[in-house]
């Protein structure tokens, strides 16, 4: 019975009132399934990324690296989604050979690898220029020997890695005391070994990077001695990869440069942290790092000095046969601007 003042529903709206709060309780469940699933794949794979790329970064162990240390460490390859492999070389030269090998995918290379290579191939390319420093090549000498200036290094035994930025600043440095380098003994000698052989008389003077010229006058102590050399060469050091890589791997060289420049930006705004970080890395003291860290400009680029710089050691390199040729190649052919035009397209100078 239906009282007088109740109404009727029709049975479709009954059936539909009876279908809603199952219909919303099904739509909840699922909701809560999602939101438990998300919580449970963001807890396992926390901040990274699910797919990292695997690169093997073969680097020259040397204050020019800093930006590449310091961005392993702090893990900004990680935030890029890059898997980085960092294997040390004792220069430039030594990491490119391996790229060359196929046991790299990206090197660290200073200027006389890419000069000299570019006469011989043009299968490898230069995607950043990453470090630059006017002192970054120095030369110690010993006091017993007779030197006291660069004019006194005439007939000496100099210790020097042929095809290395210590062979070309030892050309240079000569020329600056009007000495060829023909009228000095250059002994090719390993990187590595430079510091050994000054102090155990192999060599009356060598021409070599920080952090090894930094170790040559502690072994040698009071006998070593620094000849100044002023703005004659700007040593710098890029970042290189084979062609077919980075055509084949465009956004991977695009992340490993910002984590490069989140780096740059670590370093300028930590100077203390940085260091302590290259300290450890580099089994070198506080003091010695903090004395040469101001020698050294870390910032992303490729600029038309780089070419012109590259020019001048081509045509130092035929006129003292290192190299064989009349002429030297266009440099510009080496170069790969596509990941610095996405990530710092400001800083290439480059004429295209």
């Known amino acids: 019975m239906i009282g007088k003042n109740e109404k009727k529903w029709p049975a479709a709206q009954t059936r539909e009132k009876k279908k809603f709060p199952v219909r919303a309780a099904a739509i909840s469940a699922v909701l809560i399934l999602a939101v438990g699933v998300c919580f449970l794949v963001s807890c396992g794979q926390g901040e990274s990324p699910e797919i990292k790329e695997k690169i093997r970064l073969g680097a020259s162990k040397s204050f020019l690296s800093v930006p590449v240390y310091i961005a392993k460490e702090k893990g900004y390859f990680a935030k890029e989604g890059l898997d980085v492999t960092l294997k040390e070389y004792g220069s430039g ?19 006389m690898p890419v000069v000299f290579n570019g006469f011989k191939r043009d299968d490898f390319c230069i995607f950043a220029t990453f470090t630059h420093s006017y002192l970054f090549v120095r030369i110690i000498a010993r006091e017993d020997s007779g030197i006291r200036a660069g004019a006194d290094m005439k007939g000496k035994k100099v210790g020097a890695s042929i095809g290395t930025s210590g062979h070309y600043y030892l050309g240079a440095f000569l020329i600056h005391n009007r000495l060829s380098i023909s009228e000095v003994e250059m002994i090719d000698t390993r990187t590595f070994d430079l510091a050994d052989a000054l102090k155990n008389r192999k060599v009356d003077a060598i021409s070599v990077w920080q952090p090894y010229a930094q170790k040559a006058k502690e072994l040698s102590g009071d006998n070593a001695i620094e000849l100044p050399g002023g703005d004659i060469y700007r040593a710098t050091f890029n970042f290189a990869a084979m062609k077919d890589f980075a055509s084949e791997h465009p956004k991977a060289l695009k992340r490993f440069l ?38 050294f400009t ?12 590259w020019d001048e050691i081509a045509r130092w390199a035929i006129q003292n046969r290192v190299v064989d040729g009349k002429t030297f190649p266009n440099y510009l052919n080496l170069i790969d601007t596509n990941a610095m035009d996405a990530v710092k397209p400001e800083a290439i100078t480059i004429i295209r």
């Open 298 to 309: 870390f910032e992303l680029s490729l600029d038309q000095a780089l070419l012109v710089s």
């Open 258 to 295: 910002r984590a490069i420049d989140r780096a740059d930006t670590f370093i300028k705004g930590n100077r203390e942290e940085a260091q302590g970080i290259i300290t450890k890395a580099f089994n070198l003291d506080k003091e010695t790092v903090n004395a040469v860290w101001d020698d």
């Open 93 to 111: 030269k030594a990491a490119t050979q391996a790229l060359f090998a196929g046991e790299m995918d990206i090197s660290t290379v200073a200027d």
